[in-house]
């Protein structure tokens, strides 16, 4: 069942290359800025520098996820740094990003997932050990690591519910992707639960945690040195990470407690910028009139807000830092959630929507710290809200149980370090 696998998949990707290979090259003919990115995609570059070993080759499929990598990175830098590091990326904006925050290493695009490209990218880095993140299981890359006896670790392994319910119903397709891999070093116990359903063995997987808390700790203590003079005095609400089809009960359940609390005050955050008009209009037909964090400029504070509409990449944990509530948005819809680590580092009381899938760890904590609660509408935000406005103390003892907490499961970078140890073993 396996070949049969790799044989259909390779079957596909011809007739794709047949239909749409001419097209690609009239494109590339006038496009010449993406003539070094095929270069790259297709293994012809000749900047690799592969060095004495170990070798390591590190993938992670854009900017969030190589962000996720940094720390890792960092420390591979810092434990072998005689070592050559070759990082790749599925964007240009990731692998920019990391050349731009260690230079000393290797960036480039990842290599199409052809077999004679793969090999031939991995024949010319002839890595000790391959390092993909969380999800990046491509079928091609897997086979030729394969036949080249490389190994392939799996760091921040995630597998969503939705993913292991199309893993699930086509199991020929999963098998041999999942098999391919040496071992898994996955997010938390559910993950791990549902690659053993899978037929993945028990020994081959670890529960070594999210590498993004470690970023984020990092990303936090920053925070709390950026001031943000012009939101004054009062209190905020900060809803971040909204996505379509959230504002309306944010707002809702915000004219309601303008009644209770006259001197609260809501940051809305989109998820995308390509939103802001819109929440700008939705702010305005409940009867506000809205303020874009564009427009502030100076450092004294505005006097009349309400409503500030967050239109700026990157300032949004800064604003966490000032709230005295957060929700974090992707909840009320069927996204799956997204941070709720970094409001709650910084000791914040978060408010959830019931669609909390891919946050389901950080949700479980902060329910069970009490520094968390779920709202399923309006109504729920107006009592979470007043409930954690009313009682400060209770925060304040909440906050330091969830502290205690996150101390138990920050440092999976180091965790995931210890899984390359069998693999190194001989070669230092």
Do not use: C
């Not at 590091?85 to 920019?96: E, H």
């Not at 639960?193 to 081959?204: A, E």
């Not at 019931?354 to 329910?367: C, F, G, I, K, N």
């Amino acid at each position: 069942m396996k070949i049969v696998f790799f044989i259909l998949y390779n079957i596909l990707l011809f007739i794709l290359l047949l239909t749409a290979g001419p097209f690609l090259v009239l494109y590339l003919l006038f496009k010449q800025d993406l003539r070094k990115q095929w270069k790259e995609r297709l293994a012809l570059n000749r900047e690799i520098k592969r060095g004495k070993a170990p070798r390591f080759w590190v993938h992670a499929a854009s900017m969030g996820e190589g962000l996720a990598a940094a720390p890792l990175l960092k420390k591979l830098l810092s434990k072998h740094g005689s070592s050559p590091i070759l990082f790749t990326s599925m964007t240009p904006t990731g692998r920019d990003l990391i050349h731009k925050k260690f230079p000393e290493l290797q960036a480039q695009l990842f290599p199409l997932d052809l077999l004679w490209i793969s090999l031939r990218s991995l024949r010319r880095w002839n890595p000790t050990v391959v390092i993909l993140y969380e999800s990046e299981l491509w079928p091609n890359f897997l086979l030729a690591a394969r036949i080249l006896k490389i190994p392939v670790l799996v760091f921040n392994g995630s597998l969503s519910a939705r993913s292991y319910r199309r893993f699930r119903r086509f199991r020929w397709i999963a098998r041999p992707l999942l098999e391919s891999v040496t071992h898994f070093g996955v997010q938390n116990e559910e993950i791990q639960r549902r690659l053993i359903d899978l037929g993945i063995p028990s020994d081959r997987i670890s529960v070594t945690g999210d590498t993004k808390l470690d970023l984020w700790v990092d990303w936090v203590s920053s925070a709390k040195s950026v001031p943000l003079h012009f939101l004054g005095e009062g209190r905020w609400w900060v809803a971040g990470s909204i996505r379509t089809g959230e504002p309306e009960a944010i707002l809702q359940a915000y004219s309601r407690l303008r009644e209770y609390f006259p001197d609260l005050r809501l940051v809305l955050a989109p998820r995308h910028l390509d939103r802001v008009s819109d929440f700008v209009g939705k702010v305005e037909s409940f009867g506000f009139k809205p303020l874009r964090r564009s427009e502030l400029n100076g450092s004294n504070p505005i006097p009349g807000i309400a409503v500030l509409v967050l239109d700026t990449l990157g300032e949004l944990i800064q604003f966490y830092h000032y709230a005295s509530v957060v929700f974090v948005g992707g909840t009320l819809v069927s996204i799956g959630g997204h941070n709720l680590f970094e409001p709650a580092l910084l000791g914040k009381p978060v408010l959830f929507g019931p669609y909390t899938s891919e946050v389901q760890e950080a949700r479980d904590l902060l329910l069970r710290t009490g520094l968390g609660k779920e709202a399923r509408g309006a109504e729920d935000l107006v009592r979470g809200v007043s409930q954690f406005l009313l009682a400060p103390d209770q925060v304040e003892q909440a906050s330091q149980r969830t502290s205690e907490e996150i101390k138990k499961i920050v440092g999976a970078t180091d965790r995931n370090l210890r899984l390359l140890d069998p693999l190194l073993r001989g070669i230092l």
